[in-house]
């Protein structure tokens, strides 16, 4: 469980540590972000996977706490085909190392972003740790939370190490990951070569019981307009805390594919469950303007949830294609917003 107390100075020593080994082994010029180490942890009942990305001049270690996060991870890439913008990494959930050449200048972590830079010792170097959480801006990690970036930090050199030396060989590119486990026997960490299971992503179909509902939506014209919708965190801090985190508005979004024209948004709370918000907002633009011939949505996670509802009404759903109206009207939000501040763009 979680404490929420500062890690402690012996606990700082040891993740400079072993960051100042993983920059000396240089795992990025034989490892691919995508090459996933995957830790058991004894007493945690879900593996940590972990990655890094970058390079000499700047890296990050990833770490993905459970298969839901790791899920969470692998989702967002497939939707942004790789390159997620910033607002998409507001979505994930992990905990994070990150350390920049940045030439004594103390770097920025950006506004609403709590976590704080510590200088790397004997270097004129930059590191922080920090955990990032859905809906939240980065904060520094807890003396639980800096436990298990250490032990996953560990297990990650390990791996690179054994790797790099050909004690290690690992088909990352044909399903396999590099398993570190704590054996009870030799009363040390060990690593193997394993099958990746790839963690399932979460569904949550919403069948919408209300016939009347649904009868009356039917009574309203069939368009010929094509929507597109999205859940996305704005990353512009609000004012408002929720305990000691800074929240990231959370936008349900729903557009013109042709203009681009606003049709329907709501702010939610970082921890609503907003699947009534995001069939209100639908059933609030048909029975204004008539139903859509088409809803564009990313992935299945967010057209599981208007599933049902198009079906039952007629609406096509699809499913994965480009949404080129949102992401153009994502920037202009977020310009607009750095800009005027939420405040102001909300006003």
């Avoid at 990746?196 to 009356?216: C, N, R, T």
């Avoid at 919708?229 to 990231?248: N, T």
């Avoid at 907003?274 to 639908?282: F, G, H, K, P, W």
Wanted: hydrophobic share 40%.
């Amino acid at each position: 469980m979680d404490s929420g107390d500062n890690p402690s100075k012996q606990q700082y020593r040891k993740l400079l540590q072993v960051t100042g080994m993983i920059k000396r082994l240089q795992p990025w010029n034989f490892m691919e972000p995508e090459d996933i180490v995957t830790v058991r942890v004894p007493n945690l009942e879900e593996p940590l996977y972990c990655l890094i990305a970058g390079g000499k001049e700047s890296f990050c270690v990833e770490v993905y706490p459970g298969h839901k996060a790791y899920s969470i991870r692998k989702r967002l890439l497939a939707n942004y085909k790789g390159q997620m913008p910033s607002h998409a990494y507001l979505a994930r959930n992990c905990l994070l190392a990150s350390y920049v050449a940045a030439g004594g200048i103390t770097p920025t972590a950006g506004a609403g972003d709590d976590s704080q830079w510590i200088k790397f010792p004997g270097t004129d170097d930059w590191v922080r740790y920090h955990v990032q959480k859905p809906g939240y801006f980065a904060t520094n990690l807890t003396s639980w939370q800096a436990g298990i970036m250490l032990c996953a930090a560990q297990n990650l050199y390990l791996a690179a190490n054994q790797i790099q030396a050909g004690e290690l060989e690992v088909d990352f590119n044909g399903g396999e990951t590099a398993l570190c486990y704590y054996s009870e026997v030799d009363k040390a960490w060990l690593c193997d070569c394993a099958e990746f299971q790839q963690p399932a992503i979460e569904l949550s179909l919403f069948i919408v019981e209300d016939s009347g509902l649904v009868e009356d939506l039917n009574k309203m014209r069939q368009t010929r307009r094509r929507l597109e919708f999205d859940i996305l965190y704005v990353p512009v801090p609000c004012l408002e805390k929720h305990g000691d985190r800074v929240i990231a508005p959370k936008l349900l979004l729903l557009l013109s594919r042709r203009s681009t024209a606003v049709a329907g948004e709501y702010y939610a709370e970082p921890d609503e469950d907003i699947t009534e918000a995001l069939i209100d907002l639908v059933c609030k633009y048909i029975f204004m303007y008539g139903k859509p011939l088409e809803i564009y949505v990313r992935d299945l996670v967010v057209g599981s949830l208007l599933a049902d509802l198009c079906k039952k009404t007629g609406i096509g759903l699809v499913i994965g294609e480009e949404m080129a109206a949102m992401d153009y009207y994502v920037d202009v939000v977020i310009e607009a917003i750095n800009e005027e501040g939420i405040e102001g763009f909300l006003k």
